[in-house]
């Protein structure tokens, strides 16, 4: 029994391979998967590949990539969530990268919805570029390319803050702010003193990503504030600042 797992386990392998050699995008717009975030994919298509990726306006799309074959370069092209198999004739890349070994490509979504990425080589009636420029699209692509994609996301936040506009001296206030688009972590809340901004405290964040914290006004003059959100791995950073005058 013991001498039949080998086999077994190559059994295994072959039922598997079909699976991950389809890990791929589709092959037209209204076929395209969404793309797994922070999961390396890959392609292997002789026109182009197509995958969707949905973002709010103000998301920051990561997408590290690289060739792993044919004879050029692989080019990656973002789509706006608008362009259909109908409407792309024409179309231009809103961001747009090249490479023959591996690259990344950073762009901020400037409208809520499914962008579409392409894969395609880097030829005449292909996606031609040249680093970052935006180019028109010609879709009559016959040429091989094959490359590997990790992508992900980091959304959209906005920070406020908000405080009394003037405050007797000795008298406590409260600053309240919140961070839109996140529900955990925390926010540094800064003052500023000597023409620099100094950390006071930080501040957890509730679940509707609001905050407050107490002080006193200890003496008059004008008072700054500001907080910030560093971020994290899935959200951007943000920040917000506020004066309140003490009498």
């Given at each position: 029994?013991?001498?039949?797992?080998?086999?077994?386990?190559?059994?295994?392998?072959?039922?598997?391979?079909?699976?991950?050699?389809?890990?791929?995008?589709?092959?037209?717009?209204?076929?395209?998967?969404?793309?797994?975030?922070?999961?390396?994919?890959?392609?292997?298509?002789?026109?182009?590949?197509?995958?969707?990726?949905?973002?709010?306006?103000?998301?920051?799309?990561?997408?590290?990539?690289?060739?792993?074959?044919?004879?050029?370069?692989?080019?990656?092209?973002?789509?706006?969530?608008?362009?259909?198999?109908?409407?792309?004739?024409?179309?231009?890349?809103?961001?747009?990268?090249e490479?023959?070994?591996?690259?990344?490509?950073k762009?901020?979504?400037?409208?809520?919805?499914?962008?579409?990425?392409?894969?395609?080589?880097?030829w005449?009636?292909?996606?031609?570029?040249?680093?970052?420029?935006?180019?028109?699209?010609?879709?009559?692509?016959?040429?091989?390319?094959?490359?590997?994609?990790?992508?992900?996301i980091?959304?959209?936040?906005?920070?406020?803050?908000?405080?009394?506009?003037?405050?007797?001296?000795?008298?406590?206030?409260?600053?309240?702010?919140?961070?839109?688009?996140?529900?955990?972590?925390?926010?540094?809340?800064?003052?500023?003193?000597?023409?620099?901004?100094?950390?006071?405290?930080?501040?957890?964040?509730?679940?509707?990503?609001?905050?407050?914290?107490?002080?006193?006004?200890?003496?008059?003059?004008?008072?700054?504030?500001?907080?910030?959100?560093?971020?994290?791995?899935?959200?951007r950073?943000?920040?917000?600042?506020?004066?309140?005058?003490?009498?």
């Amino acid at each position: 029994m013991k001498r039949r797992l080998p086999a077994l386990a190559a059994l295994a392998l072959l039922l598997l391979l079909p699976a991950l050699a389809r890990a791929s995008g589709g092959d037209s717009i209204a076929a395209a998967p969404e793309l797994p975030l922070g999961q390396q994919q890959f392609g292997d298509v002789d026109r182009f590949d197509y995958w969707r990726v949905t973002m709010n306006a103000g998301d920051l799309l990561t997408a590290n990539f690289g060739l792993t074959g044919g004879d050029l370069d692989v080019g990656l092209c973002v789509i706006r969530p608008d362009v259909t198999d109908y409407t792309k004739d024409g179309a231009r890349c809103v961001a747009y990268r090249e490479t023959g070994t591996k690259s990344q490509l950073k762009f901020i979504a400037t409208t809520s919805g499914r962008w579409t990425l392409v894969f395609g080589a880097n030829w005449y009636g292909c996606l031609l570029g040249s680093g970052s420029q935006s180019i028109d699209i010609t879709w009559d692509c016959t040429r091989r390319v094959a490359y590997e994609v990790t992508a992900s996301i980091k959304h959209y936040t906005r920070t406020t803050l908000r405080a009394p506009r003037t405050v007797r001296a000795g008298a406590r206030f409260t600053l309240r702010g919140r961070v839109v688009g996140a529900s955990s972590g925390s926010v540094e809340l800064e003052r500023r003193a000597a023409r620099r901004w100094r950390l006071m405290t930080s501040v957890p964040l509730r679940s509707d990503g609001s905050f407050s914290l107490s002080n006193r006004a200890r003496s008059r003059g004008l008072l700054r504030f500001r907080t910030r959100y560093l971020g994290d791995v899935g959200h951007r950073p943000s920040s917000a600042a506020v004066s309140v005058r003490v009498t």
